[in-house]
Each structure stands twice: as structure tokens, then as C-alpha cells.
């Protein structure tokens, strides 16, 4: 019987401010691309889980290859929630964030380097997050 409590976890930050931004929305097309957003979040999260597992076991499997397919997912979902005006403009740094730190983690997992797949997806995890949180900011909705 899996233990959820004991599942790793690569994006904390990101299922959690995308769950408030969900909760809190009352902009019914931003809410929808919250909800896909949080569903691309839980896809790659899992993927992420399934590749430390083989990274730790030593294997090559298939999570390997199809991580980067789900981080560029969720990539597309925050910007389709972000906005694409505001992503390829004002918001390019965190765009490029975001993209470098997709690198990180496709390379670790090239190189089989648990460190590395394991720093790179915190980088990973606080673009993704600050992204969420900042269009909340912009667009006036706060957590009571």
C-alpha cells in the first residue's frame, strides 16, 4: 500500500499557490487555466517521482524520457495562465527562468545525477511559483 506522505514531492510550491489560485479565482477562464495548470503540476510531479525512483535504483526507464514532455506541459499551461502577452514581455525573465531550469533537469537526468535533478527542480519549483503568485498579484486576489 503506497504511503502518499512518504511520496516524493519535486513541486510543493507550485501545487500549493496553483491550489489557491483555483480556490480563489473568480475569473472563470483564469480559474479553468489554474485547474490545468494544477493538473499539468500533478502529471509532472508524479513523472518526476517515477524518474528519482529509477535515478536512485540505477535503471533506465521510460519516466526518464517522458519528464521533459511533462515539465514542457506545465511549462505551456503557466504560460497560457500567466498570459502569453505578459510571459514573452514583462515576464521573460521568469520565462527564461523557468526554461533554464527545465534544462537542468533533463541534463541531470541524462547524466543519471540525483544531486543535480534534485537542485534543479527546486530552481524549477520557485519560477513556477513565483509566476502563479505574481499573477495573483497583478490581477488583485489575495489569500485571507
Same mark, same amino acid.
Do not use: K
Given at each position: 500500500m503506497p504511503y502518499p506522505a512518504r511520496e516524493p514531492t519535486f513541486l510543493p510550491l507550485? /501545487? @500549493?499557490a496553483v491550489g489557491l489560485a483555483v480556490r480563489d479565482s473568480n475569473d472563470i477562464p483564469l480559474a479553468r487555466a489554474a485547474e490545468t495548470v494544477r493538473l499539468q503540476a500533478e502529471t509532472a510531479n508524479s513523472a518526476a517521482a517515477d524518474c528519482w525512483t529509477a535515478m536512485l535504483a540505477g535503471c533506465d526507464c521510460p519516466s526518464g524520457r517522458a519528464l521533459p514532455v511533462r515539465l514542457r506541459e506545465l511549462t505551456e499551461a503557466i504560460a497560457t495562465y500567466a498570459g502569453m502577452r505578459w510571459w514573452y514581455g514583462e515576464g521573460s525573465v521568469h520565462r527564461r527562468r523557468v526554461a533554464d531550469a527545465? +534544462?537542468?533537469?533533463?541534463?541531470? /537526468?541524462? +547524466?543519471? +545525477?540525483?544531486?543535480?535533478?534534485a537542485e534543479a527542480f527546486i530552481g524549477y519549483d520557485q519560477a513556477l511559483a513565483t509566476v502563479i503568485v505574481g499573477v495573483r @498579484?497583478?490581477?488583485g486576489i489575495t489569500t485571507p
Amino acid at each position: 500500500m503506497p504511503y502518499p506522505a512518504r511520496e516524493p514531492t519535486f513541486l510543493p510550491l507550485t /501545487v @500549493s499557490a496553483v491550489g489557491l489560485a483555483v480556490r480563489d479565482s473568480n475569473d472563470i477562464p483564469l480559474a479553468r487555466a489554474a485547474e490545468t495548470v494544477r493538473l499539468q503540476a500533478e502529471t509532472a510531479n508524479s513523472a518526476a517521482a517515477d524518474c528519482w525512483t529509477a535515478m536512485l535504483a540505477g535503471c533506465d526507464c521510460p519516466s526518464g524520457r517522458a519528464l521533459p514532455v511533462r515539465l514542457r506541459e506545465l511549462t505551456e499551461a503557466i504560460a497560457t495562465y500567466a498570459g502569453m502577452r505578459w510571459w514573452y514581455g514583462e515576464g521573460s525573465v521568469h520565462r527564461r527562468r523557468v526554461a533554464d531550469a527545465e +534544462d537542468r533537469i533533463a541534463e541531470a /537526468v541524462r +547524466d543519471g +545525477d540525483g544531486a543535480e535533478f534534485a537542485e534543479a527542480f527546486i530552481g524549477y519549483d520557485q519560477a513556477l511559483a513565483t509566476v502563479i503568485v505574481g499573477v495573483r @498579484s497583478r490581477m488583485g486576489i489575495t489569500t485571507p
